[in-house]
């Protein structure tokens, strides 16, 4: 029964692909929200889960910075600056929100001309007929990529199949842009208080992975989109790389205390942790 398990883990981890996903704020006269969306069950990743947009780094983003239309410093390397890009591309891609400013404009676009974007480009970038750095040269934009700032540093497990090295960023949605979802990838946009998708996944209403739950968990401890990116911008990120035990019924996995989250393990279930159970869940 070991042997089973063992063969289905490579010898080497497969290496991790980049990623960014980014916890998008809001304010309302119940408390802060956050933008969700659902992925349909057939997605290569977490299908059927409540996430927040995101997904890997690709060369459009390289070639955003090549045209120096990313508002971060130099001193910033280029593959922090692609995974914000990243960001910013995904989260209009998923989810119809849009960070770029004008060119030599210093506030973000105003919601009418998001909703002309979306509906000039959006399904064009969804269906690969143009690319991301195309639409922002296109347009005369600059990705407002500071405004996306480092939460969270998650790598899936070195056993993982498939594996990610996924940012998160935390940043508040743009004044009255309107979010959706793509009717591919997503089946749904919710904006939802942090602490009730996670009492709603654990009463199995929704299927939210062990990750999203414990940054949910996270920005909760703030009250507003305004403190929770001030507290982001003075937190030193601590990179999460799971040690993943298999239990019977699920997974026992550590993570640094450092990281802050309040706990250092937890044993979480196969469809929470988003790894396929082993041949033998008992071994």
Same mark, same amino acid.
């Given at each position: 029964?070991?042997?089973?398990?063992?063969?289905?883990?490579?010898? +080497?981890?497969?290496?991790?692909?980049?990623? /960014?996903?980014?916890?998008?704020?809001?304010?309302?006269?119940?408390?802060?929200?956050? $933008?969700?969306?659902?992925?349909?069950?057939?997605?290569?990743?977490?299908?059927?889960?409540?996430?927040?947009? =995101?997904?890997?780094?690709?060369?459009?983003?390289?070639?955003? $910075?090549?045209?120096?239309?990313?508002?971060?410093?130099?001193?910033?390397?280029?593959?922090?600056? %692609?995974?914000?890009? %990243?960001?910013?591309?995904?989260?209009?891609?998923?989810?119809?929100?849009?960070?770029?400013? +004008?060119?030599?404009?210093?506030?973000?676009?105003?919601?009418?001309?998001?909703? /002309?974007?979306?509906?000039?480009?959006?399904?064009?970038?969804?269906?690969?007929?143009?690319?991301?750095?195309?639409?922002?040269?296109?347009?005369?934009? *600059? *990705?407002?990529?500071?405004?996306?700032?480092?939460?969270?540093?998650?790598?899936?497990?070195?056993?993982?199949?498939?594996?990610?090295?996924?940012?998160?960023?935390?940043?508040?949605?743009?004044?009255?842009?309107?979010?959706?979802?793509?009717?591919?990838? #997503?089946?749904?946009?919710?904006?939802?208080?942090?602490?009730?998708?996670?009492?709603?996944?654990?009463?199995?209403?929704?299927?939210?992975?062990?990750?999203?739950?414990?940054?949910?968990?996270? *920005?909760?401890?703030?009250?507003?989109?305004?403190?929770?990116?001030? $507290?982001?911008?003075?937190?030193?990120?601590? #990179?999460?790389?799971?040690?993943?035990?298999? *239990?019977?019924?699920?997974?026992? $996995?550590?993570?640094?205390?450092?990281?802050?989250? =309040?706990?250092?393990?937890? #044993?979480?279930?196969? %469809?929470?942790?988003?790894?396929?159970?082993?041949?033998?869940?008992?071994?």
């Amino acid at each position: 029964m070991i042997t089973d398990l063992q063969s289905e883990i490579p010898n +080497d981890p497969v290496t991790p692909i980049p990623a /960014a996903t980014v916890i998008s704020l809001r304010d309302t006269p119940t408390g802060m929200e956050v $933008l969700m969306v659902q992925r349909t069950k057939k997605a290569d990743f977490a299908g059927g889960a409540l996430l927040f947009p =995101g997904g890997k780094v690709d060369d459009s983003d390289y070639e955003v $910075l090549k045209l120096d239309r990313c508002s971060l410093p130099n001193d910033v390397p280029d593959n922090q600056k %692609a995974i914000r890009v %990243a960001g910013v591309r995904e989260m209009f891609e998923e989810a119809g929100l849009l960070f770029v400013r +004008d060119n030599g404009n210093t506030q973000v676009i105003s919601k009418e001309r998001a909703e /002309a974007l979306n509906n000039i480009y959006r399904q064009d970038l969804l269906s690969q007929k143009i690319t991301f750095h195309e639409m922002i040269e296109t347009e005369n934009l *600059v *990705v407002a990529s500071d405004l996306l700032i480092p939460f969270a540093h998650w790598i899936t497990p070195t056993t993982g199949r498939k594996r990610f090295d996924t940012h998160f960023l935390v940043a508040q949605s743009p004044n009255g842009h309107i979010a959706s979802h793509d009717g591919s990838e #997503t089946l749904d946009t919710v904006w939802i208080d942090p602490l009730t998708a996670i009492t709603e996944a654990e009463e199995g209403k929704r299927r939210v992975v062990f990750p999203t739950r414990m940054n949910l968990k996270k *920005v909760s401890e703030s009250t507003t989109a305004e403190s929770a990116i001030k $507290l982001a911008k003075i937190t030193p990120v601590v #990179t999460v790389l799971p040690e993943v035990h298999d *239990v019977n019924g699920g997974r026992h $996995l550590k993570i640094p205390i450092e990281a802050g989250y =309040g706990i250092s393990e937890i #044993t979480v279930d196969y %469809a929470a942790s988003d790894q396929p159970p082993p041949t033998n869940p008992n071994t």
